[in-house]
């Protein structure tokens, strides 16, 4: 699928380029989320920052920023495959252990950045066990920690972090309802408590029923046309669209592809891409409460610098109801 549309995108743009390959995750205990960071000193011939290094439990390894100066402003953001709450912070700052600890800068102070942009300023102990940092309560799908100073290396400059990692849940209809209300001074009571039969409980209780076929069609078209529009827009709700299972491998492929694209100076022809999915067929195939199998055969048209491109498909998908909305579990695409 991305290397279809790439093609595609060179094609317009006449623009030579080295693919590199991104690395899936395996089986964790940590609840999973994805890995951006600012910049890091690279080892080894993996161009792209291996995140597992972040939960491996492991203090000799982790993220180690490249910046020219002390590690002020350079960041790791997480993003989870949903709106969650966070409820707990770990950090393990700096690299090694024993007398390598104070080898690298530590962290002293750090923003957490959450999705609507509302800061936090936490600061750490020199010290070289495990930290747990309070979150502020919110529903957010991304946080960002954002070194602001630190405790000098002995050795050198280069700022570290060995662990970092969260604990979060996602909020249930009266949990989200109350958080929302909290977040608006003067409007309700932070303590608020939400009757059951509240607008979000009723949503909920209404997206699973069983759909009719006329409102399957309707539900299943706006997926994908969500699904295909992200995909080539490059928007990181992409990798989200995907079960939790797969959310992990879906988003290291589609980091190191926006990556390069990046780098590539061409992000800005995909994110203004116009996508119609007029010519899908979708063929609902089977349909449960929370699972559904289709096939879409057809193609989809991506208007790439005023050039209209038709990318053909012809893929089987079963969905299923994760936490009220539909996600991608399985994807399998025919050869052309």
Known sequence: MFR?????????LILPVAVSAGESGGESSVQPFHVRVSSYAQEGDNPLFDGKLLYDGD?????KENSDGAGA???VQLFFPDNVVVDAIFVRTGIGEGDNFKKFNRVRKASLIYADREQQTVT???DSDLQQLKPLKKITNSLSFVIEDVYLGKESHTSGISELYVEYHRPGPEEKAAIEAAAQPGKADPAIKVSPKNESVKKLAESDRLLTEEEAQKVFADFFYRFYSNFVHLNDDYPRMYSEKEYMRESVVFESFKRMIEKRGVLKYYQDAIVSTKDLDIEIRSLRKREADLTVT???EVVFDMKINTIPEDAKYYLIKEYGEWKVAEKVENPF
Request: glycine share 18%.
């Open 124 to 126: 750490l102990a020199d």
């Open 73 to 75: 402003g350079q960041w």
């Open 4 to 12: 279809i549309l790439y093609g595609i995108c060179l094609a317009v």
């Open 59 to 63: 203090f000799s390894t982790g993220w």
């Open 298 to 300: 057809g193609f989809y």
